[in-house]
């Protein structure tokens, strides 16, 4: 694990999409989610194979409607399958009673929401802290400090006392990403993080996820916005419950190299106005 989060750390900045040979983290067959609301029947996800090896960065992608939030409700372990079977670290989920949901979630798993979820009226560091409260696994954590850290690894370590009220979206969100961090999770599952935010924004938070990717964790997103998605290091693209693509990201950007240069277009525009 040491070797393989040092190695990825050396792979920083670099935009090429390189083979991930990491074990399999997620492994659905035949991954079917049907709603049963009134007298009609809903099959959000209908037959999904998909395999997630340590160490990648997928995004998701797919009309409204097409079933990416059920997806991800499952791989997180909120929600169960109808049929089909969902493997997470070689564990069958669906097998699984509802606390040993909780507790795989809670040491595993690190959730972003589009609308970051945080709690208002509360400290970033209280924000944060908060899941380690909740943990039964028996860890010996000193959640303060953990906090503390979390928040340092997101860039806020001067934002700890502030309230969400009082941060920027970007700033929230990057609240919301420690929060996923505090337990230490193998993998970060983000629903359209970065649907809330400007572009300029949003790229800024992708620096962020493909830092937590370069340190080996496994991060999966959905997106709308390709712009996004060529963040990432492979695409799956679904419709009607389907996948119906799933390819590598040629081409992939460093969120951080147009985050660089954004600021010195802005440079030059600011520079022209004086002139
Ligand atoms: N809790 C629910 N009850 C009934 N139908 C649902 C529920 N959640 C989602 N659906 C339906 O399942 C399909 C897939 O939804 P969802 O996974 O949210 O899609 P996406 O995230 O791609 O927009 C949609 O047709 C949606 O209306
Ligand atoms: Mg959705």
Redo the contacts with the bound molecule.
Sequence with gaps: MTTLRASRAADRGIASVSTDAGDVVIRTTGLTRVYATGRTEVRALDGVDVSVREGEFVAVMGA??SG???L?NILGCLDKPTAGSYELDGIRVEELDKNALAEIRNQRIGFVF?SFNLLARTAAIDNVELPLLYDRSGRKIDSRKAAAEALERVGLADRMDHEPSEMSGGEQQRVAIARALVGQPSLILA??PTGNLDSRTSVDVMTLFQDLNDQGITVII?THEPEIARYCKRIIRMRDGRVIVDEPVRDRRCARDDLERLAYLDEQNVAEVAV
Excluded: L
């Design positions: 409204s409607g990416k939030s059920t991800m589009q629903d359209e959905v």
